[in-house]
């Protein structure tokens, strides 16, 4: 049973820190990866995909990395905004075995002004 | 293009009533999930569907059903609602493995 932690729960930072959020899987055998951003009382919106078979991606201060041996996938934010302030969950999906799209619990961050 | 519509947004129930949660999408996705969401719990999966036709049980499908009927809608049902079904609501859907996961506003669910 694939199951997706996330670490920190929570964090709080300065603005303009750079900060990594960590997210860790137990069944190497994905098809992909998601980080999605959620907004108090809001639905998710995806931030990054990465296919199992690349090792990281970019969009504008943000950049994902894959390693899918060690099961690991971080988040980096740079220089972050207030406006950063929101819950950051990954997710895998594994494609053709279950086809299951399995969250972890999620990072509540904090840009303190 | 209106994305992932889910209907209703909020509702209230009665212990031992019953209710359907509607998704739509627009996108032709093949992929559809219901979650819920609880405090401190994440997403968790309760059933999804693979095509038309098609469902399968997630993590937590006890005291839920669901049906595909149509590509663009899934329905998550409850028999008999119970306090522990107290949550928020998400439906996603996906076009394939290649693509992003959409997901909609959600649905606030309520048993008294």
């Known amino acids: 049973k694939q199951e997706v932690t996330q670490i920190p729960a929570a964090l709080s930072v300065p603005e303009g820190e750079n900060l990594v959020l960590n997210c860790s899987f137990t069944?190497?055998?994905?098809?992909?990866l998601q980080w999605f951003r959620q907004d108090p009382g809001k639905g998710l919106t995806s931030l990054l995909l990465?296919?199992?078979?690349?090792r990281e991606q970019t969009s504008g201060r943000l950049n994902a990395s894959l390693d899918k041996s060690s099961g690991r996938s971080t988040l980096y934010i740079a220089a972050s905004q207030p406006g950063d302030s929101a819950t950051y969950l990954c997710?895998?999906?594994?494609?053709?075995?279950?086809?299951?799209?399995?969250f972890g619990t999620g990072t509540l961050l904090a840009v303190q002004p | 293009n209106a994305g992932v519509t889910q209907t209703p947004k909020f509702r209230v129930l009665k212990t031992g009533q019953s209710m359907t949660l509607l998704c739509a999408q627009d996108?032709?996705?093949?992929?559809m999930y219901w979650y819920r969401q609880d405090p401190g719990m994440g997403l968790r999966l309760i059933h999804y569907?693979?095509?038309?036709?098609?469902?399968a049980k997630g993590e937590v499908p006890d005291g839920y059903n669901v049906s595909r009927l149509k590509k663009q809608n899934f329905l998550l049902g409850l028999e008999s609602a119970a306090p522990s079904q107290t949550s928020v609501y998400f439906c996603?859907?996906?076009?394939?493995?290649?693509?992003?996961?959409?997901f909609g506003q959600g649905t606030r669910l309520t048993v008294v």
């Open positions: 996603a859907s996906i076009y394939d493995g290649n693509t992003e996961a959409f």
């Open positions: 997710a895998v999906w594994d494609g053709g075995a279950t086809n299951k799209l399995i």
């Open positions: 569907s693979v095509g038309e036709g098609t469902t």
């Open positions: 069944d190497s055998a994905i098809y992909n």
């Open positions: 996108m032709n996705h093949e992929y």
């Open positions: 990465i296919q199992s078979s690349q």
